[in-house]
């Protein structure tokens, strides 16, 4: 366990459902982070958070939406997905000064978009 | 031109020998460097991570970083079967900017 959790682990949903990611870290970190794992392709980073406001946004189509209630929530609400947003998604957290800057992440979502 | 580069693999191994994962990258701003470990179906997990120039040593491990020629290795030594996985190189600059490379598949064979 890395203090980090996601839930749910696995998410099958239609092109027209809406349904929300969440991750929640439990290691005082103030920064945290949504990535995208597809297959054959590196890590993307999708949106990062510091206390709380969002200071990256990697140009992420509007079907995916986050949310930061506070440093220790992430949600991801996703909404008229395409089958090819089907992927790993991950969550991150870490500190957001200085060079100890390590990610730990959460065990991931497995979406499958039909 | 990719942030990060590795070779994809599979680098094989026989078991007690020592890897050698190798790792490019283009950002010269780049402060920190990480490796990460991750199992088929499991999330990547921090095995090692360097700021300076030289070598850092954790147990088997051994990262090298050579920030001239914009270069991080990871040495495994000793290696174990349980060590075959894909490993990460990542880099940043600062906490909102990492860049991971495409991975190398370790087969570490008994």
């Known amino acids: 366990e890395t203090g980090v959790t996601q839930t749910p682990r696995h998410l099958v949903m239609g092109m027209t459902n809406k349904k929300s990611l969440k991750c929640e870290q439990h290691?005082?970190?103030?920064?945290m982070y949504w990535y995208k794992q597809s297959a054959k392709k590196p890590l993307e980073l999708m949106f990062v958070?510091?206390?709380?406001?969002?200071?990256e946004n990697n140009s992420v189509p509007s079907r995916f939406s986050p949310e930061c209630p506070n440093s220790s929530h992430l949600f991801l609400h996703l909404h008229t997905l395409q089958p090819e947003d089907s992927a790993l998604y991950l969550c991150?957290?870490?500190?957001?000064?200085?060079?100890?800057?390590?990610?730990?992440f959460g065990p991931g979502t497995r979406l499958t978009v039909l | 031109q990719k942030e990060v580069e590795q070779n994809s693999g599979p680098l094989s191994v026989p078991e007690g020998a020592i890897a050698s994962l190798n790792c490019t990258y283009s950002?010269?701003?780049?402060?920190?460097f990480f490796w990460y470990r991750q199992y088929s179906g499991k999330s990547p997990e921090l095995i090692m991570f360097?700021?300076?120039?030289g070598d850092k040593e954790d147990g088997r491990f051994t990262a090298q970083l050579n920030k001239a020629s914009q270069y991080v290795s990871l040495l495994i030594r000793d290696s174990q079967p349980s060590d075959s996985a894909t490993y990460l190189c990542?880099?940043?600059?600062?906490?909102?900017?990492?860049?991971f490379g495409s991975g190398t598949k370790l087969n570490v064979k008994p």
């Open positions: 991150a957290s870490s500190q957001s000064e200085g060079y100890y800057n390590e990610q730990f």
């Open positions: 290691l005082g970190h103030n920064a």
């Open positions: 958070y510091s206390l709380e406001e969002r200071v």
């Open positions: 950002d010269r701003g780049s402060q920190s």
């Open positions: 360097i700021y300076s120039n």
């Open positions: 990542a880099v940043s600059p600062n906490f909102n900017k990492f860049y």
